[in-house]
């Protein structure tokens, strides 16, 4: 079964999900996936970002819901000057707050800069304000969140709502990547229509979804669609697709057990 991956892939290293679909063998069902990048970041603000990183006795702690956030301050490290005051004083300063995160390839990215996550089981913004929520006080000091320009505001409302003040920075902003029209046609007329089509966010929805519908034509109906958390689930409802299934946590096994159950209800 050929599942087509709209994602971008791990920096290093394999990446987990095309690994665990590829290995996934159950039942009827041998997964062939394949990755397509879809997306492209241009970093913002990041002197900014190092400043207000050189003061954490103003903030109460760090909140990432991306893992480009996170390498927003990677890149900040590649200046020895600024890698040797992180070594030096400002890891061990923030890592005496927290640091919550969404998801593990987050957190993982948290771990590589010497922080220690909180929270990444949450799957998702509405999960996270609740594990935050009972962590913080109310009108405590403010939470540095560095994030995207397309960022959702549940998060942001969801600790406004409950007194914890937030502090986001706009740390890169996301673009289509150039290659991706050209590297689904090259998809389409080489592997043909996919069992099955898994999107990674509302943007991949955005600049993929077109594209999909006008390569897969009148059989599009045939594509199972996956998402890979509520938040994708309702970007793809939004704009009239129906969801056959959402990973249960953003995670490669989660989501190889949903899309195999997918497909396997459909056959049964």
């Excluded at 129906?242 to 195999?260: E, F, K, M, Q, Y």
Aim: hydrophobic share 35%; charged share 20%.
């Amino acid at each position: 079964m050929k599942v087509l991956l709209l994602k971008d892939p791990k920096d290093s290293g394999p990446d987990p999900y095309i690994k665990k679909l590829n290995n996934w063998e159950l039942e009827l069902y041998s997964f062939e996936a394949t990755l397509i990048p879809v997306l492209s970041f241009e970093f913002l603000s990041l002197e900014s970002l190092f400043e207000k990183l050189s003061h954490p006795e103003c903030y109460g702690g760090l909140v990432f819901t991306s893992p480009r956030a996170v390498e927003a301050i990677k890149i900040c490290l590649k200046e020895n000057s600024k890698k040797e005051a992180w070594s030096k004083s400002l890891k061990q300063m923030w890592n005496m707050k927290p640091t919550y995160v969404v998801g593990k390839a987050t957190a993982s990215l948290v771990e590589e800069i010497g922080l220690t996550p909180q929270g990444e089981k949450s799957g998702n913004a509405e999960k996270l304000v609740e594990y935050i929520c009972s962590r913080e006080k109310p009108n405590s000091s403010a939470l540095l969140f560095p994030c995207g320009a397309l960022k959702r505001e549940v998060l942001p409302t969801g600790l406004r709502e409950k007194g914890v003040p937030l502090e986001g920075l706009t740390v890169y902003q996301t673009t289509q990547h150039p290659d991706l029209q050209e590297s689904l046609s090259s998809y389409f007329s080489q592997q043909g229509i996919p069992a099955s089509v898994v999107f990674f966010s509302p943007s991949g929805v955005k600049f993929c979804l077109q594209h999909i519908q006008k390569l897969s034509g009148d059989v599009i109906n045939q594509i199972k669609f996956a998402a890979i958390g509520p938040t994708t689930a309702e970007a793809l409802e939004a704009a009239g697709i129906p969801v056959s299934c959402t990973a249960g946590s953003p995670t490669a096994r989660d989501l190889a057990a949903s899309i195999h159950r997918a497909l396997h209800c459909h056959n049964c």
